[in-house]
């Protein structure tokens, strides 16, 4: 049984930072391309960041670039993501997803909540 557990949210004031992690169990995720996406209250479902597992290619949402940092460790099967000089509309749900294409992806975890203090 595939899981994708998700751990590292929290409250934080603005400008702070947090490490989000993603464990993942049940299969290894070594070719997999994987991301994080993140809900806002009363908000879509919005792409965060994601990086492939052949060639470790990165993408980001612009509002998050220069600012997040995604990354895997792939003896773990574990993808991270760091978030730096962190706004009150980072604030959210953050979903790990795995085997992603585009927008969609085959496995979720259940999420892990951020809040900003502006």
């Known amino acids: 049984q595939v899981q994708l557990v998700e751990s590292g949210g929290g409250l934080v004031q603005a400008g702070g930072s947090l490490r989000l992690s993603c464990a993942a169990s049940?299969?290894?995720?070594?070719?997999?391309?994987m991301a994080w996406f993140r809900q806002a209250p009363g908000k879509e479902l919005e792409f965060v960041a994601a990086?492939?597992?052949?060639?470790?290619?990165?993408n980001y949402a612009d509002s998050v670039k220069g600012r997040f940092s995604i990354s895997r460790d792939n003896a773990k099967n574990t993808l991270y993501l760091q978030m730096n000089s962190l706004k009150a509309e980072d604030t959210g749900i953050y979903y790990c997803?795995?085997?992603?294409?585009?927008?969609?992806?085959?496995?979720w975890g259940q999420g892990t909540q951020v809040t900003v203090s502006s």
């Open positions: 997803a795995a085997d992603v294409l585009g927008y969609v992806a085959q496995y």
């Open positions: 049940g299969r290894t995720f070594t070719s997999s391309r």
């Open positions: 990086i492939s597992g052949s060639f470790g290619n990165i």
